[in-house]
């Protein structure tokens, strides 16, 4: 794995030299811009209209910059995207991170809300660009594209990238909102990569009826299988951590267990050619509601802080990978004859974006508007606006999707493959650099400090940014609360996520927690991972 990363990290330098200094010289670059963006990243943070994504894509540009300048633009392949070493290895601590710190009271309450925006309005924003892109680039003459491969675009377009937005955010003033954006944004780009992986399985030239229907079946299974993956791969976790007590005998085994079990999960479900980002983002759901609780005090504190660091290096690393990887002159040549025809296919494309988006976030609001009772848990039309502005941002995945469909091995020699790999990477500039810098602006003016306390709850978590240093996680603390029995089906029909919630925590209580572990059901012995706290010493 060590060879593979640095072979990855080798193909950044100057590809043709292959020697031991090629190498490290590559690492020392990607080390020194890392620490760069962390450095520059915190000095900006009360900066109004950049944060950390930004700046590392802006050093990423810069850099790709300089490095065309010293190499006098020979260098074409200095720069190539390698889509391996972004689901491999820098997509899974991400996604694994979101779902073992995500709030999951939050998560799950809203969760029929989230499902509905991330899996039913990605497969509405899926079919407007599509339908979008045959209408138009089918007229067009931008080479030999065919159904196919402008259904593909869809997929690749349909993928979001919120982070700019839950940077702005807080989950303790705007729980609702912010449970919203940041679940969507996980399921939206699993349902993408799902579609992306569906639609490669199929002959869409002879579209009818029974391809539509093995399309809808292979995609439900796809969510399904992967969804069970991950779960499994938790409570196995779980179980072995919990008969073992391997923290009894050595802190670390309970981390590099943990670890090693996630990356797992990750990885067969890739090799099962399932969704690696849903498999591994219920694991972390799983494994932070049992696993977690099973381990030493010192493996809680290590694990929140190790599995929050490789996220934020994974994403920081990202950011600028794509900054660099934009300036790869190759494919930027194959398009540079008709310059002209780029501008307009990428301004396109982000109109369908935003049609695409604004299709399902307000219909579907209003949808859910319809089955909440209280105004608290309604989505305001501000709200429903950040919500849609969220999703305007296209980020890596997109271009590991882009890379996938139309380059072999992140090169391309065909006219209209350069023209969609150029355009996506326009779409991806443009929408994170204008829109993000425009993100803390909106929100402050939709959101303002006065009414962001409105929608706050007594009861909501402790946020993520909280001391690490306590013996219970912040997502669990909702667990002491009473839960009031549900009284009969009418309720059942009023309030039917407190009355799953009942009957779960019933079923989680009886069965799952004794057997799986977790806060409370862990007996005392010595070096066991109670130690010498207990719930009722909180």
């Given at each position: ?138 007229r067009m003459n931008i080479g030999t594209l065919d159904v196919g491969d402008f259904l593909a675009i869809g997929a690749i377009f349909s993928a979001t990238d919120s982070v700019c937005t839950l940077q ?69 976790s779980a179980y072995i951590i919990k008969k073992l007590y391997i923290g009894r005998h050595s802190t670390d085994r309970e981390v590099a267990l943990m670890m090693l079990m996630a990356y797992l999960s ?124 969220a999703g305007l941002m296209r980020g890596a995945v997109s271009i590991a999707l882009a890379y996938n469909k139309f380059t072999r091995s992140g090169h391309t020699q065909l006219h209209g493959n350069a ?120």
């Amino acid at each position: 794995m060590g060879l593979d990363l640095a072979a990855h990290l080798v193909r950044l330098g100057v590809v043709g030299s292959t020697s031991d200094h090629a190498s490290v010289v590559s690492i020392n670059l990607f080390v020194a811009l890392l620490c760069a963006c962390i450095v520059l990243g915190h000095l900006l943070e009360e900066n109004r209209w950049v944060n950390e994504s930004i700046t590392a894509l802006i050093i990423g540009l810069c850099t790709g910059v300089v490095i065309l300048l010293t190499t006098k633009g020979k260098s074409s392949h200095i720069l190539v995207f390698s889509e391996d070493l972004f689901f491999i290895y820098l997509l899974p601590p991400i996604i694994f991170n979101a779902g073992f710190q995500v709030k999951k009271k939050q998560f799950f309450r809203n969760f029929m809300t989230i499902t509905l925006f991330g899996a039913v309005g990605t497969m509405i924003s899926f079919f407007t660009i599509s339908l979008g892109a045959i209408a138009i680039f089918s007229r067009m003459n931008i080479g030999t594209l065919d159904v196919g491969d402008f259904l593909a675009i869809g997929a690749i377009f349909s993928a979001t990238d919120s982070v700019c937005t839950l940077q702005v955010l807080n989950q303790d003033e705007t729980p609702l909102l912010y449970s919203l954006v940041f679940g969507e944004g996980v399921v939206n780009d699993a349902t993408s990569v799902v579609l992306f992986n569906a639609l490669q399985n199929f002959d869409l030239n002879l579209i009818d009826v029974s391809v539509v229907l093995k399309f809808l079946g292979n995609f439900c299974y796809l969510f399904l299988s992967s969804t069970f993956l991950g779960v499994f791969a938790g409570l196995l976790s779980a179980y072995i951590i919990k008969k073992l007590y391997i923290g009894r005998h050595s802190t670390d085994r309970e981390v590099a267990l943990m670890m090693l079990m996630a990356y797992l999960s990750y990885m067969l479900a890739e090799l099962l050619e399932l969704s690696g980002i849903l498999t591994v983002f219920f694991c972390g759901i799983v494994m932070s509601h049992y696993t977690w609780h099973n381990v030493t005090e010192s493996s809680r504190v290590t694990t929140k802080h190790a599995f929050a660091t490789l996220s934020f290096i994974a994403e920081t690393f990202l950011f600028l990978y794509v900054g660099m990887d934009a300036l790869d002159i190759e494919k930027w040549k194959f398009a540079s004859d008709s310059p002209g025809k780029s501008i307009g296919i990428s301004s396109i494309l982000l109109g369908l974006v935003l049609v695409g988006r604004a299709a399902f976030v307000f219909p579907l609001s209003f949808l859910s508007n319809l089955t909440k009772k209280t105004p608290v848990e309604k989505i305001t039309w501000r709200q429903q606006i950040v919500v849609w502005w969220a999703g305007l941002m296209r980020g890596a995945v997109s271009i590991a999707l882009a890379y996938n469909k139309f380059t072999r091995s992140g090169h391309t020699q065909l006219h209209g493959n350069a023209i969609m790999i150029t355009s996506t990477i326009t779409v991806v500039l443009f929408s994170t650099m204008v829109f993000g810098m425009m993100t803390k602006p909106l929100i402050r003016f939709l959101l303002p400090a006065s009414s962001n306390t409105v929608i706050s709850e007594p009861s909501s978590p402790k946020s993520l940014h909280s001391p690490l240093l306590t013996s219970m996680q912040g997502s669990d603390l909702e667990s002491s609360a009473q839960i009031v029995r549900p009284s009969s089906l009418r309720m059942l029909l009023s309030k039917p996520t407190h009355t799953v919630h009942y009957y779960w925590r019933k079923f989680d209580d009886a069965l799952m927690r004794p057997m799986f572990g977790g806060r409370g059901f862990v007996p005392f012995a010595p070096g066991s991972p109670t130690e010498q706290t207990t719930p009722g010493g909180q």
